[in-house]
């Protein structure tokens, strides 16, 4: 069964903290990870995608890791701003029959000051 | 480049009412989703679309929802009859081909009293 998982749920840090942000896969085959930023109120927007060839890719204060071993991604969020509060969605395409996608439940991140 | 529009962004209806939503997706975007997303939680798909036909449907809840995208461009969503637990934020979403990057709309948030 093809599943997205993601830890922790919910997440509070100081304004100006780092933090981590998983997803565990089960997705196969796979072809590529994506993580989506979510505001209240607003659809998602990608952060990032990952390919199987690509362990760790930025996107200004955002750096998600790849380990296709353990199918596992990571996260990254440096010297976090109030502006980061939202939720952050791990997605996942798989192929049946069509590619589809498989969205996990996301973390939501909230930075006070 | 225009985003993908959704009208409209808020409804309130009594249980047992219809209710249809609109969604316009990017330009020459051949795939549209449409999502439903109950509060705290991940988006769950509902139906996907390949210009005009339908890929996926597995999750949409037949005896009550219905969608269409007759010209392969717009795409309407309706619920008859509403319930309670139809109170959820139904997302749109377009990509150039099946299981790529999507690209979402703001959403509509429907209230079921």
């Known amino acids: 069964k093809n599943q997205v998982e993601q830890s922790p749920q919910s997440l509070i840090i100081l304004e100006g903290k780092n933090c981590t942000l998983q997803c565990n896969y089960t997705v196969s085959p796979f072809s590529n990870l994506r993580w989506y930023k979510q505001d209240t109120g607003r659809g998602p927007v990608s952060l990032t995608i990952m390919t199987f060839s690509e362990n760790t890719k930025s996107n200004g204060r955002y750096t998600a890791t790849l380990d296709a071993d353990t199918k596992q991604s990571s996260l990254h969020i440096t010297a976090s701003q109030l502006s980061d509060s939202a939720s952050y969605i791990c997605?996942?395409?798989?192929?049946?029959?069509?590619?589809?996608?498989?969205f996990g439940i996301g973390t939501k991140l909230q930075v006070i000051p | 480049e225009a985003g993908v529009a959704q009208s409209p962004r808020y409804k309130i209806i009594e249980k047992r009412q219809s209710v249809a939503f609109w969604c316009n997706p990017i330009?020459?975007?051949?795939?549209l989703y449409w999502y439903q997303q109950i509060l705290g939680q991940g988006p769950k798909l509902l139906i996907q679309f390949q210009n005009n036909g339908v890929v996926d449907d597995s999750q949409l809840p037949k005896d009550r929802f219905s969608a269409e995208r007759l010209k392969g461009v717009d795409s309407t969503l309706k619920i008859q009859p509403a319930k309670l637990e139809d109170s959820a934020v139904y997302l749109c979403?377009?990509?150039?081909?099946?299981?790529?990057?999507?690209?979402f709309g703001p959403g509509t948030r429907l209230t079921v009293t």
């Open positions: 979403a377009s990509s150039s081909v099946g299981g790529g990057e999507q690209y």
């Open positions: 997605v996942v395409p798989y192929s049946g029959g069509y590619q589809k996608v498989t």
């Open positions: 330009s020459g975007h051949a795939t």
